[in-house]
């Protein structure tokens, strides 16, 4: 009896001890988005993306009178450059889009985020990568390492409708030179 | 895609590497130099003794050149000395106005690096960031990174290459960028024979470039191929000197010395990141602090299977490399 409560304490101790380990920075919990994963520090920066999409805000440009149609089907009119390679043919605009207010984004139960937080709803499918994002080892993070950093949030470098990225062009390998010449 | 690299407005390739201007350059630059060596011997050769050498401005900086004490030998007052000495050199060989500085090891820090082998698209962003940060030579080229294509499925370093072109990343390769690893026992140290390479404590080895003899003992040392020898006098166009230096990382380096990254200490010690890492499209390359738990690189080691190279060898690493 007393063999097998040592053993079984022996594979217990270490998955609880690594349970507390991992996750989030505690400092960066709460707060309006409490329930998901943190949000950034105070001293962390991202760069919004409203400001650089063409045709935002939706709503006033287009969509006051415009409706939206939730039906699936190919795109003639507008959007027809839009080309959905993300989750195969399951997505429909309205599966990120919040047909309500067509400046937001919606969450997966109700609540809404703005284009500037697209990883409040990327990180409901793609938990792991977001968890690796607030504590900043998933994407690209300038500036201070041990002060003001600059994140990319997750369009910042991925098309949020085709998320797989372009192949790129290798600069050119060096010449060095390993001798005298 | 505001941060894709191939729209952004840096310089492409072509630009770096092909360029006309640079030619007029090297061949100027390499005249200069010679030109210097053979005034300086004929100086020697003079025998007029440190009374002559002193009598001209030039020749006073090249009789403090030869008889430089070791970097940790020096004084403040001697440190300025030099400092003044390394800008006015830069002014005359390039015509350029640089800031020489010497940052020391901030208390409580020592460094290291983690890289994402299955983010890295052997992009060699990286190498030419790091060539515009730390003003190596152009010509000949030298990069302290070297990016390896390794056959998927595969760990062997002797059959991968670094001299890929084209598209990447290729379907069965991935990239596994090499540099300084910044050993905790670094073998290069102990080979050297002069003591003109040592470990500060911080983690970085640094190189002074005034001790180095050149006999390239640490270069056959490093099991990492991380330090580059200046075979030739080092040529880069002024305009592309990189102004802000180090007295131990990236100042402008004479013909005949070793130099290796030095995690851009000129930028790390003042709390920013290094260059490849900030260049980096796909956010392989993460730096920080070791001794703090919430550091990016305490975070890595904590959640990922990191793996260091070469183990075996026994040389502690600060570079982790890790697969997720
Ligand atoms: S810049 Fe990043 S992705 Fe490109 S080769 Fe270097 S580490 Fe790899």
Redesign the pocket.
């Known amino acids: 009896m007393g063999l097998w409560a040592a053993i079984v304490l022996l594979f217990a101790l270490p998955v609880v001890a690594s349970c507390g380990g991992g996750g989030e920075p505690a400092h960066a919990q709460g707060g309006e988005h409490a329930g998901e994963p943190s949000v950034p520090d105070a001293d962390i920066v991202i760069p919004p993306r409203t400001t650089q999409l063409a045709t935002y805000p939706c709503v006033e440009q287009c969509h006051a009178d415009r409706v939206a149609n939730p039906t699936p089907r190919p795109l003639r009119e507008f959007h027809s450059a839009k080309h959905i390679e993300h989750g195969d043919t399951t997505f429909w605009c309205n599966f990120c889009h919040n047909f309500d207010n067509l400046n937001t984004l919606h969450l997966l139960d109700g609540r809404t985020a703005t284009f500037d937080e697209a990883y409040r709803l990327c990180g409901e499918c793609h938990g792991d990568k977001r968890r690796d994002w607030a504590l900043g080892i998933h994407g690209l993070q300038t500036g201070f390492w041990n002060g003001e950093k600059t994140r990319r949030s997750c369009t910042a470098c991925h098309d949020p409708h085709a998320p797989r990225r372009p192949r790129f062009q290798a600069l050119p390998a060096p010449h060095p030179r390993t001798g005298v010449q | 895609m505001s941060d894709d690299p191939n729209t952004s407005s840096e310089p492409s390739a072509q630009e770096l590497v092909d360029d006309e201007d640079l030619a007029t350059w090297l061949v100027a630059g390499a005249e200069k130099a010679q030109a210097t060596r053979r005034n300086f011997l004929t100086t020697m050769a003079g025998a007029a003794g440190a009374a002559a050498i002193a009598s001209t401005g030039c020749d006073t900086r090249l009789w403090e050149k030869y008889t430089q004490k070791h970097y940790k030998e020096l004084n403040a007052a001697d440190k300025q000395k030099l400092i003044a000495r390394v800008e006015a050199e830069a002014a005359d060989r390039y015509g350029v106005e640089i800031k020489v500085g010497d940052p020391r090891p901030l208390p409580g820090v020592g460094y290291a690096y983690a890289?994402n082998l299955s983010?890295?698209?052997?992009?060699?962003?990286?190498?030419y960031a790091c060539a515009r940060e730390n003003n190596t030579s152009r010509d000949p080229e030298i990069h302290y990174?070297r990016?390896l294509a390794i056959e998927k499925g595969t760990m062997s370093v002797e059959e991968s290459e670094s001299d890929y072109e084209g598209a990447v990343p290729s379907p069965d390769k991935y990239?596994m960028?090499v540099q300084c690893h910044q050993c905790d026992h670094p073998p290069c140290v102990r080979a050297c024979p002069v003591e003109a390479t040592w470990k500060e404590k911080d983690g970085i080895v640094v190189v002074d470039y005034d001790w180095c003899i050149g006999c390239r003992y640490c270069e056959a040392a490093c099991p990492y191929w991380a330090r580059r020898f200046n075979f030739g006098a080092p040529t880069i166009r002024p305009s592309e000197i990189n102004p802000v230096q180090g007295l131990l990382s990236n100042r402008l380096r004479p013909m005949g010395v070793i130099e290796k990254c030095t995690f851009c200490l000129h930028r790390t010690r003042v709390g920013r990141y290094p260059a490849?890492l900030e260049?980096?499209?796909?956010g392989?390359?993460k730096f920080g602090n070791l001794l703090d738990p919430n550091s990016e690189v305490r975070q890595i080691i904590q959640s990922k299977r990191i793996f260091v190279f070469k183990e075996e060898l026994g040389t502690i690493p600060r570079f982790y490399y890790y697969f997720d």
Request: glycine fraction near 4%.
């Open positions: 890289l983010y890295c698209i052997g992009c060699r962003r990286c190498e990174i990016v990239y960028p490849c260049v980096c499209p796909t392989s390359r």
